[in-house]
């Protein structure tokens, strides 16, 4: 054979080798999560809150500045804010700004399958099992159901994912991965305040680091002295990483203050209130709970101390807080895959099809874009959870302020009518800081004279949903509905009352 010859029959195998890991079992479960994804936020166009995220994004993009004080209600008198997720909350503005309605929608689709994909590659590395390492982004799956919506959230949570693979990576690999994590933290402080439980969580898997015992199953293998200290300077670094962000210390404590000291907007908004047991996701926390405590001594697995402080870690965030239930399936999935990872065979390249994942990888494809949402379909979600109608209403008769409008409307009204200053918003720290979330709570559940509210700010008119139980008592204090819908409904003083 000529030299030739011998050097096209290495590309020609190049080749062939490339195809096979491009048509592999694993990318083809991967396009299947992608699958997954689209289908399950393809409906999830309507959270109440991604409209002043959106808002936020457009003055960052127009201004090229970041505000540090409330620009979109007339309650709080431009009272400090921390815009502790301005740079998602640019991205959000950046994807509208290229697509509309539909790049809104590939915004939410591309984390959420960034977020099931790296959940998979997560628990691969755990339990190096691919196919048993499929449970670990199902249980991120069924969890994150409770909030992946167009929020920065989703971009957190990602980021999280990324931390636990860096660790992982680190502590079984090379430590050279943990100076990853400052770059990381550096963006992510920015992004979401969910960085805070991302220094927790590394600071949790350092501690445990310096801890040698073994408890029956239970076990803790102290690191060498290089793992060890690798890890701590890269904690180190991440702290300071964190002060690269607009307003200094006061966002680092931002998500302390959130749990100390917000106590109202905890115990009133629904996704921050404790677990109710009211649904099977709430069940499911529980059984995943009872899998990974009894895994160890059914199949005779050691359960590693640092799996058990997330687990714990995990577990109590969401008992507390209901939205929480996202993080605990990030934290559990990958201790769950890696308990499992003997209970099926793992995969064979040599035994692989390459043949049948290229056809179910483009099927997968086909069916991501058939089953996108289309700009209509996207204009009746908005319609069928936003006040699209009253606000034109609104605008069309120009009716005069002060307003007062529903919790839940704010955002929208921030975006759709920004010469109608808000109330009151989802941004409820500003709020409560101010006093105004207690103020309002009070009126709307009528702890107090409702027409003493409505007197201490003018209002002029009143935009409340449909099932509001204030639209009645309006309708007996002689305020007048001069608009309704399916949605929302307007009232206005009864001119016989000026």
């Not at 001594?297 to 590693?304: F, S």
């Not at 949402?373 to 005069?400: T, Y």
């Not at 009518?417 to 309002?440: I, K």
């Amino acid at each position: 054979m000529s030299e030739g010859t011998a050097v096209a029959t290495q590309i020609e195998a190049a080749k062939v080798s490339y195809l096979r890991r491009v048509f592999s079992f694993p990318v083809m479960l991967a396009s299947l999560l992608v699958v997954l994804a689209v289908l399950t936020v393809r409906g999830r166009f309507d959270d109440p809150d991604m409209w002043w995220h959106l808002k936020m994004g457009n003055v960052i993009w127009e201004t090229h500045s970041i505000p540090h004080t409330d620009l979109f209600s007339y309650t709080t008198a431009h009272h400090a804010y921390i815009p502790h997720e301005w740079l998602s909350e640019l991205s959000i503005y950046g994807a509208y700004r290229w697509g509309g309605y539909p790049g809104l929608m590939v915004w939410l689709c591309f984390f959420t399958s960034a977020l099931l994909v790296s959940g998979y590659c997560l628990c691969w590395l755990y339990s190096k099992n691919a196919k048993i390492a499929f449970l670990g982004p199902l249980i991120i799956w069924l969890f994150s159901t409770i909030g992946v919506a167009i929020r920065p959230q989703i971009v957190g949570y990602l980021f999280l994912v990324f931390e636990l693979l860096l660790l992982h990576a680190g502590q079984t690999r090379n430590p050279r991965w943990f100076f990853a994590l400052p770059p990381l933290f550096a963006i992510w402080v920015n992004a979401h305040g969910s960085f805070f439980l991302g220094l927790l969580v590394a600071a949790l898997v350092l501690a445990s680091s310096f801890v040698d015992f073994q408890a029956g199953l239970l076990t803790c293998r102290r690191w060498e002295a290089s793992r060890r200290g690798a890890l701590a300077f890269a904690v180190a670094l991440s702290i300071a990483a964190l002060f690269l962000n607009p307003i200094g210390l006061s966002q680092i404590l931002y998500p302390v203050d959130t749990l100390l000291h917000q106590h109202i907007g905890l115990s009133q908004v629904e996704e921050w209130q404790a677990l109710q047991f009211s649904e099977g996701r709430d069940f499911a926390f529980l059984g995943i709970i009872a899998l990974i405590l009894l895994l160890p001594a059914i199949r005779r697995t050691e359960l590693w101390c640092q799996e058990l402080l997330l687990l714990a870690l995990g577990a109590w965030l969401a008992a507390s807080h209901h939205r929480m239930l996202f993080v605990f399936g990030i934290l559990t999935a990958p201790i769950l895959s890696r308990l499992l990872a003997t209970a099926w065979d793992n995969y064979d390249a040599a035994h692989d099809l390459p043949g049948a994942n290229a056809i179910l990888i483009a099927v997968s494809v086909l069916f991501v874009f058939w089953m996108f949402p289309s700009q209509r379909n996207l204009e009746n979600q908005v319609e069928g959870k936003s006040p699209v109608k009253a606000v034109e209403f609104i605008r069309s008769h120009h009716l005069p302020g002060p307003m007062l409008n529903e919790y839940v409307y704010g955002g929208y009204l921030i975006w759709a009518s920004p010469g109608n200053p808000v109330f009151v918003d989802g941004r409820s720290d500003v709020f409560e800081a101010t006093g105004v979330l207690a103020e309002f709570a009070e009126w709307s559940m009528l702890q107090d004279d409702p027409n003493q509210l409505l007197a201490k700010y003018r209002i002029n008119f009143c935009l409340m949903a449909r099932n509001s139980p204030m639209v009645p008592v309006l309708a007996l204090m002689r305020w007048k509905t001069v608009y309704s819908d399916d949605i929302s409904v307007v009232l206005v003083r009864d001119e016989q009352d000026h």
